[in-house]
């Protein structure tokens, strides 16, 4: 089976540069995924890392190591409009199942002024 | 500007009503999955599809709930009967899964559905 942690909740203030983690045991691994979901929303992909490394986006990044079976999002010159939950998923690679993604609980981030 | 489309948005029933939601994924894509999503329990995958065929469906209480695409531009998620615990945003998502390729999902709106 998967699964993913990540913290509950983040908070910084506008301008600032705030980073998510997400750690994750799977039976396999393919890739992590990134979503945003704004409260009301739907979730909204941000990013996807198969291979170790930084992934850059504008002014969001994701990185993955598969040796820490660890990633993270790097959110920079936070906006208002950052504030919102972000999840991080995996994808499973196995069989029928490939391409179900499982999703971790979300993180919160509250982005002040 | 291709989106997943879902109706209906909002649907308040009673317990033991039958609840249909409907799901148009964006033209092209090959997988199709069905999320509940809860303050209590997150974003759980209820049912997924590839290529019309159900792949899995280990989320989903297979005594009330039932996820069908009759065909490649609709998918449909039916309770019956609903009861209050029913009540969440249930999510469409399509993708396109190609071999070694992004994993990529595009979410509906959802549907808003309480069940009194």
């Known amino acids: 089976g998967q699964s993913l942690e990540q913290p509950s909740e983040v908070t910084a203030v506008e301008g600032a540069i705030v980073q998510i983690n997400c750690t994750y045991q799977?039976?396999?691994?393919?890739?992590l995924s990134w979503y945003q979901q704004h409260d009301g929303g739907a979730p909204t992909f941000l990013s996807y890392?198969?291979?170790?490394g930084l992934e850059e986006t504008g002014r969001f990044s994701s990185f993955l190591s598969r040796s820490d079976s660890y990633g993270y999002l790097l959110l920079q010159e936070l906006q208002m409009k950052d504030s919102a939950s972000y999840f991080c998923?995996?994808?499973?690679?196995?069989?029928?199942?490939?391409?179900?993604?499982?999703f971790g609980d979300g993180t919160t981030l509250t982005v002040k002024p | 500007d291709a989106r997943v489309t879902q109706t209906p948005r909002h649907k308040v029933t009673e317990m033991g009503q039958e609840v249909t939601m409907r799901c148009q994924p964006i033209?092209?894509?090959?997988?199709v999955f069905w999320y509940r999503q809860t303050m209590m329990q997150g974003l759980e995958l209820l049912a997924y599809?590839?290529?019309?065929?159900?792949?899995?469906d280990s989320g989903m209480p297979k005594d009330r709930f039932s996820a069908e695409m009759p065909d490649a531009t609709l998918a449909t998620l039916k309770i019956q009967p609903s009861e209050p615990r029913d009540s969440a945003v249930y999510f469409c998502?399509?993708?396109?899964?190609?071999?070694?390729?992004?994993?990529?999902?595009?979410f509906g709106p959802g549907t808003r559905l309480t069940v009194l």
């Open positions: 998502a399509s993708g396109l899964r190609l071999a070694g390729g992004t994993d990529t999902q595009y």
């Open positions: 799977t039976s396999g691994f393919y890739g």
């Open positions: 890392n198969a291979l170790d």
């Open positions: 998923a995996v994808r499973d690679p196995t069989g029928t199942n490939a391409g179900k993604s499982t």
């Open positions: 033209l092209g894509h090959n997988t």
């Open positions: 599809f590839r290529n019309r065929a159900p792949l899995d």
